[in-house]
């Protein structure tokens, strides 16, 4: 006999048994469900572990065949599975976000960075066949940041003139210069009040070959400035004095 013959012998018999005695086998079933089910579990799980790739595959394949079959009923799902699990999904998503944040922003760091003057262009041209979103946009970026603003309107101006005179350009801040001088005037040595004008002053006038950068700026009462006029005052260190201290 043949293997295969065995088995059909095997499955006649069954059916004549169960013909016979179907009732005892349902009452054995019923009263051993936990035990079958138990079994079937360990097997499932076993067959899953031994053929792990072909599973997954599988269970890819019937899914895809699923949403081909029916698209809308798909997202419905979707929409429905992330409504139902939300605060998990916000979650793993506010993970993930926090899991590159770092990553993400030295890689747009870098590519700002290499592509400055692209970018420069760009955003003229961008600006100039948008002027009243630019207005507006600037407007808005203003009033959200009043002490930038003031920052940039008087580096812009300082250094359009200091170009007038064709002088040295550093980036100066005029904030830092009255940290450094500590808010005190250097023409009458007072420490200038929350209520008095102050200007950054060239100590050399640009006018007289003065540079525009931290060397040659001093904090001073805007009074005392006007005082001055053009004057290298007396007593004051030359620029190149004052570099080569
Ligand atoms: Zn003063």
Redesign the pocket.
């Known amino acids: 006999m043949t293997p295969e013959e065995k088995r059909e012998k095997n499955r006649l018999y069954m059916r004549a048994y169960r013909a016979l005695h179907g009732d005892k086998e349902r009452a054995w079933k019923a009263a051993n469900i936990d035990k079958l089910r138990a079994q079937a579990r360990v097997g499932s799980a076993r067959y899953v572990n031994a053929h792990r790739k072909e599973v997954q595959r599988k269970a890819r394949e019937r899914e895809r065949r699923k949403r081909a079959a029916d698209p809308e009923l798909a997202r419905q799902k979707d929409r429905s599975s992330y409504a139902k699990h939300i605060e998990r999904k916000r979650a793993e998503s506010r993970a993930s976000h926090a899991r590159h944040v770092t990553q993400r922003r030295a890689q747009q760091r870098k590519w700002r960075e290499a592509n400055r003057a692209k970018r420069a262009i760009y955003n003229r041209e961008w600006r100039e066949s948008n002027p009243a979103v630019a207005a507006a946009l600037s407007k808005a970026w203003r009033e959200a940041h009043p002490d930038k603003a003031q920052a940039r309107a008087w580096r812009s101006g300082a250094n359009y003139r200091a170009r007038k005179y064709r002088a040295f350009i550093e980036r100066v801040e005029r904030d830092v210069i009255f940290r450094r001088d500590n808010g005190r005037?250097y023409?009458?040595?007072?420490l200038?009040r929350e209520t008095e004008k102050w200007h950054a002053d060239h100590v050399i006038p640009l006018a007289k070959g003065g540079t525009h950068c931290y060397e040659n700026l001093r904090v001073?009462?805007a009074?005392?400035n006007k005082k001055k006029h053009t004057n290298i005052p007396k007593g004051q260190p030359t620029l190149f004095q004052v570099i080569a201290s």
């Open positions: 005037c023409l009458c040595g007072d200038i001073t009462h009074r005392c």
